[in-house]
C-alpha cells in the first residue's frame, strides 16, 4: 500500500509532492495511485520499439508533467532526459537505458501499492 513513507523510501519528494496538493495526503496518494494506470507509459514503450519519435516525445511529455506535479523522482527524471533526446527527433536517437529506467521506475512503484 502505497504510503507517505513509502514514497519517500522509494525516492519522491513527498514534501513538494503535498505541497502541490495542498497539504491533503489522502488527495496526493489518490493522484499517485492514479498515475500508476497512465497509458502514456504503454504508449511511450510502443512508440519506441516501433521508431515513432513524435508518439514517444508526446507520451514522454505528458508523463514528464505527470511524474513532476506528483514529485515522483525516479520516473521525472529519467522521463526528463529522455523526452529532450526525443524533443525535435526525425527518429529515435540513442537513448541508451532510458525506458528501462522509466518503466523499472513503474514496476517498483507498482510493487509499493501492492
Excluded at 502541490?20 to 500508476?36: A, H, Q
Excluded at 512508440?47 to 516525445?57: E, I, R
Excluded at 529522455?82 to 528501462?100: S, Y
Amino acid at each position: 500500500m502505497l504510503t507517505i513513507d513509502t514514497l519517500s523510501a522509494y525516492g519522491a519528494d513527498v514534501k513538494t509532492g503535498l505541497a502541490r496538493c495542498m497539504g491533503m495526503t489522502d488527495f496526493y496518494l489518490r493522484l499517485v495511485n492514479k498515475e500508476l494506470s497512465d497509458v502514456n507509459f504503454s504508449l511511450l514503450e510502443e512508440a519506441m520499439n516501433k521508431g515513432d519519435a513524435k508518439a514517444a516525445f508526446e507520451a514522454g511529455h505528458a508523463l514528464k508533467g505527470a511524474a513532476g506535479n506528483l514529485a515522483l523522482t525516479p520516473i521525472y527524471e529519467p522521463v526528463c532526459e529522455l523526452t529532450e533526446k526525443l524533443r525535435n527527433a526525425e527518429a529515435i536517437p540513442d537513448t541508451g537505458d532510458l525506458l528501462e529506467k522509466i518503466m523499472k521506475a513503474l514496476t517498483d512503484l507498482k510493487a509499493l501499492a501492492e
